[in-house]
Structure formats: C-alpha cells, structure tokens
C-alpha cells in the first residue's frame, strides 16, 4: 500500500504539472489570435471538462483522433522554413552537447516530455477502456509503438522549424507563442498560423487526456471504480479528481503575473525527475512473472527500462550539480 501511494502520490504531481503547462500552453496559443488567457483558459476548460464528462469513451477517442490530425501543421511549417535539411539529418545523429545548467535542464525537460509519466499509464487505460482481451495485445501494441514513433516525428519537425529559423537569428523564447511569431517575419504569416494552430491543437489534447489517465491511475490502485464511460454515481472519485485537476490547472494558469513558459518547461522538469521513480515500480511490475504472466517482460526489455532510469538519474543529478556550482 505504501509503495501504491508513493507511486500514485509522484503521477498525481507529474500529471497535474503537465496538466498546468498544456493549459499554459492553450492561453499562449490561443493569444496569437487575440483571445485573451482570461477568456481562453475558462472557455477551454469548460469544453474539456464536458468532454471528459459526456460518459462515453469511443465519443472521447474519436474526437481526440480528429484534434490529432492538427499535427501534420508543424509537418507543413517546417517545409515552408526551407530547412538545410543535409545539416538537419547531420545534426539529428550527431547532437552538440553543452556543459551548461541550462542544456542540461532542456534535455532532462525533454526527456520528461518525450516518456512521460502519463504516457505509460495511458496505454494500459486505453486497454481498460476498450475492453480489450488477450487477443488484442498485438492490436495494442502496434497502436502504442505507431503513436510513440509519429510523436517523435512531430517532434523532431517542431524542433527543425524553430532550430532553422530562430536559433541562427538570435531570438530569444520567453513565450511558448513568442515561437510562432517570430517565424512570421521571417517565413511569412501563415507560418505562425499552422504553428499557433499546432500548439493549441496538442495542448488540448493533452489537457483532454492527462486528467483522466492520473484519476484512472489512482482509482484503480485503490480499487475505486473508475472508466469514462462511468457516470458520477457508480464513479464519484474518479470524476471528483478529473474535475479537480482541471479547475485547478486552469485557476493556476489565469493569476496575474504568472509566467507562462517557465509553468511549461518547469513541468517538463518535473516529469524528467519523477520519471525514474514511476519507471522503478513499473519495471518491477512488468518483469513479475505473477501479475504478467506470460507477458512479462523479458531481460533485454528490463535492460533497456533500467538503462533508461539511469540516464535519467545521471542527467537530474548532473543538472542540479551544476546550478548548485553556479555554473
């Protein structure tokens, strides 16, 4: 029991923080098209707690997919940057890496935004929720490796389009928007749109999704009962702590005076250093012959899982070191 609690105790903080920085990053999206945070953020949360609330989990799924279709914007905006794509494949293989705390704390951020938490507890609630049996495993697997792959890619387009055209002009991001609007000067103004575009599309996704994947979590580790297709009487708990997460995300990310990109990267941080804690129990979980049966996963799976923990921890420490250094 106590081991469920600390686990559950260090998603609920991953979780809600990520929560926090996609509804950062709705306001900042949606103010490229003049909307102010203080309308955007009640609005949005509004359409995403009735969404998350409308009882059915294929509506949720469908609807998601069609926001998800948004992505292929970042695809578009970085072939209008025109890249010099010969030193782009160059620099994909061959990383420059920087001794600084700074560098260290984007590429922990990154990795805590790339495995993320919510992203392992997703795949096993989408099986929850689908009802799925033995026989869908591969069906499952196939989704969840397809998913990571395309997330990566558009990843990787993200990081071209701004690595072209911001970095080698010397401007500086204080704002998850100052990114797209400093592309329109540059590339031309529908560069911005397609980028604020993609950025309010995959923020509302997550924003979507992160909440019910951290109550789904909880509940079934304390035997509470939960699924999206359940209504407030037969599953109090797991709505009660949906609806908290985003009432409160939202009311985080309105105050006056609130930063929005430090809330987004400092998430990002967050999730980098409670990774290896989640994977620690997740790992053991997976390789018990017991709970996984024939599933279990097997030594080079395990090898591959505990070498990602160490990294992990090499970097958070690394990262801390040097700004206790004051480097």
Known sequence: MRKSALAMAALL??????????????????????????????????????????????????????????????????????????AV?????????????????LLVATIGTTI???????????????????TDIPLQRVDTVSGSVIACAIAWFIIVTTGSVLFPAGIEVADAADA???LEPIVGPWSTVLFAAGLVAASFLAACVLPGVTSSAICEAFGWER?????????????????????????????????????????QVINGVLLPVLLVFLVFI??????????????????????????ITVLTV????????GF
């Open 116 to 134: 993320a938490p919510w992203m392992i507890f997703l795949a096993q609630n989408n099986v929850v929720d689908k009802n799925a049996d033995e």
């Open 180 to 182: 797209a609007l400093a």
């Open 13 to 86: 903080i991953a979780n809600t923080a990520v929560t926090i920085s996609e509804f950062a990053g709705l306001a900042s999206g949606l103010a490229l098209f003049g909307v102010p945070k203080t309308i955007s953020v009640p609005l949005v949360g509004l359409a995403i707690w009735l969404l998350t609330m409308s009882g059915s989990f294929r509506r949720i799924e469908r609807i998601l997919l069609a926001v998800s279709c948004v992505f292929v914007t970042y695809v578009i905006a970085a072939f209008m940057v025109g890249p010099d794509w010969g």
């Open 227 to 267: 699924g999206a297709d359940r209504s407030w009487e037969e599953a109090p708990v797991y709505r009660g702590i949906i609806s908290a997460i985003i009432m409160f995300s939202a009311l985080l990310v309105i105050l006056p005076g609130v930063n929005l990109f430090e809330i987004m990267m400092s998430a």
């Open 318 to 325: 690394i990262m801390f070191a040097l700004q206790i250094l």
């Open 286 to 311: 997976a390789g018990d012959k017991i709970i996984m049966g024939t599933y279990r996963n097997g030594r080079v799976w395990n090898a591959l899982t505990w070498a990602t923990i160490a990294l």
């Open 89 to 105: 494949a160059a620099s994909t293989v061959m990383p420059q890496l920087v001794a600084r705390p700074q560098y260290v704390s």
